[in-house]
C-alpha cells in the first residue's frame, strides 16, 4: 500500500567499505522515501533479536559477531508503494554469488557472510524490525516529499 514501511539496514561491511551513499541514492532515486535514520553499534541482544529466525543455524554465532563488531551499522525506514517486497529485489538474493548484476549484493558483494545490507523479506518481520530497531517515540518522522506528485499518481 501508499505507506508501507520496510526496514533496511547497512551491515558493518557497506559501512566500512564506503558504501552508504550509494545505498540511500537507489532507495532515494527510485522514490522511496526515507523516515528513519541512525548510526548505531548494536548490542549482542538486539543483533539476537534481530536475527531471532536463525539462532538455530550453523552461521548464527558469526553472523552475531560481525554484526557487533563495533563498526556501526545504518539503521534506516523507507516507506512507498511496495516497498518490502521492491526492497528485497532491489538488494537481491542472499548469496551475492546469486544476486542479479545490478541488484545491490550483485553490484558491491561476493560472499554470503558479508552481504553488506538487510532488508526485511515481509510485513510481519518488517514491523518486528521497525519495532525492534526504532522503538522509541519520535524516531519516525511523517513528512510529505515535495516531489510526491511526480513520483506517483
Ligand atoms: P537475507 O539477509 O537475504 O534476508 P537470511 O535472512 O536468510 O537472508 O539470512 C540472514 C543473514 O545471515 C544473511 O544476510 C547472511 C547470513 N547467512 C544466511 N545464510 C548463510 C549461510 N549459509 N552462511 C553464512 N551466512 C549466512
Ligand atoms: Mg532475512
Known amino acids: ?33 526515507l523516515v528513519g535514520l541512525k548510526a548505531l553499534a548494536p548490542s549482542k541482544e538486539l543483533a539476537e533479536k534481530h536475527y531471532d529466525d536463525l539462532k538455530a543455524r550453523p552461521f548464527f ?25 521492491q526492497g528485497r529485489a532491489m ?3 542472499t548469496n551475492p554469488l546469486e544476486s542479479a548484476p545490478g541488484t545491490i549484493r550483485g553490484q558491491y558483494c561476493i560472499s554470503v557472510g558479508r ?14 524490525e521497525i519495532g525492534l530497531w526504532f522503538g522509541k517515540a519520535g524516531e519516525l518522522v511523517e513528512w510529505t516529499p515535495a516531489n510526491v506528485d511526480w513520483i506517483q499518481s
Open 61 to 85: 554465532a558469526g553472523l552475531v559477531n560481525y554484526m557487533t563488531s563495533g563498526t556501526p551499522v545504518i539503521a534506516m525506514v523507507w516507506e512507498g508503494k511496495d516497498v518490502i517486497k
Open 1 to 33: 500500500t501508499f505507506s508501507e514501511r520496510t526496514f533496511i539496514a547497512i551491515k558493518p561491511d557497506g559501512v566500512q567499505r564506503g558504501l552508504v551513499g550509494k545505498v540511500i541514492s537507489r532507495f532515494e532515486e527510485r522514490g522511496y522515501k
Open 91 to 93: 538488494i537481491g538474493a
Open 115 to 128: 552481504n553488506i545490507i538487510h532488508g526485511s523479506d515481509s510485513f510481519e518481520s518488517a514491523e518486528k
